[in-house]
T-cell receptor, first 114, second 111 residues
Framework: NAGVTQTPKFQVLKTGQSMTLQCAQD?????MSWYRQDPGMGLRLIHY???????DQGEVPNGYNVSRSTTEDFPLRLLSAAPSQTSVYFC?????????????FGPGTRLTVL | GENVEQHPSTLSVQEGDSAVIKCTYS??????FPWYKQELGKRPQLIID?????GEKKDQRIAVTLNKTAKHFSLHITETQPEDSAVYFC??????????FGAGTRLTVKP
């Protein structure tokens, strides 16, 4: 199993550009989530999904869109990038929504918005 | 929504000493409290977790305690080793949905 994969690893955008961060898992996990990590602020939940076709907002959803058309994929879209979105983005997944199972994190995407 | 506070933000100990990291949470409905370790440049990884129906859980040199009344939980690492040096995050959620993390504690274990 590849586990949780994310692409790209690094990305530089200009203000106003849009892009999609890709996340995929091959563990048949129902639950998937996106976090951003900023220095001194820990991990903040952006959006999460408890299964295909179901998404919900987390703590900091503004400026981001998600969709979940398959169990495996959970892309994160930045609609119009802003310097405040410069961060490291982590995707995570766990077996069974509504459970106490471990979240497995992807390797992260480091995004810089100029 | 849930708010998790974590202290201290940095912690330095001598090898072999114990380390304690404390977290408080705000939502009394939270029932799942995991701890994650993140080494420099790597992804967070779960090291231990506890559910609200348990007061303490141990796994070799690490333990977690939970006080539901006071809404705080703590991570205890005994006999620290240099490889324990990392950033540790506590988190709280209702089951594992909509998880909120603390700001992290940078632990340094000096040989």
């Amino acid at each position: 199993n590849a586990g949780v994969t994310q692409t790209p690893k690094f990305q530089v955008l200009k203000t106003g550009q849009s892009m999609t961060l890709q996340c995929a898992q091959d563990m048949n996990h129902e639950y998937m989530s996106w976090y951003r990590q900023d220095p001194g602020m820990g991990l903040r939940l952006i959006h999460y999904s408890v299964g295909a076709g179901i998404t919900d907002q987390g703590e900091v959803p503004n400026g981001y869109n998600v969709s979940r058309s398959t169990t495996e994929d959970f892309p994160l879209r930045l609609l119009s990038a802003a310097p405040s979105q410069t961060s490291v983005y982590f995707c995570a997944s766990s077996y069974g929504a509504g459970s106490y199972n471990e979240q497995f994190f992807g390797p992260g995407t480091r995004l810089t918005v100029l | 929504g849930e708010n998790v506070e974590q202290h201290p933000s940095t912690l330095s100990v001598q090898e072999g000493d114990s380390a304690v990291i404390k977290c408080t949470y705000s939502d009394s409905a939270s029932n799942y409290f995991p701890w994650y370790k993140q080494e420099l440049g790597k992804r967070p990884q779960l090291i231990i977790d506890i559910r609200s129906n348990v007061g303490e859980k141990k796994d070799q040199r690490i333990a977690v305690t939970l006080n539901k009344t006071a809404k705080h939980f703590s991570l205890h690492i005994t006999e620290t080793q240099p490889e324990d040096s990392a950033v540790y995050f506590c988190a709280a959620s209702i089951i594992n949905n909509d998880m909120r993390f603390g700001a992290g504690t940078r632990l340094t274990v000096k040989p």
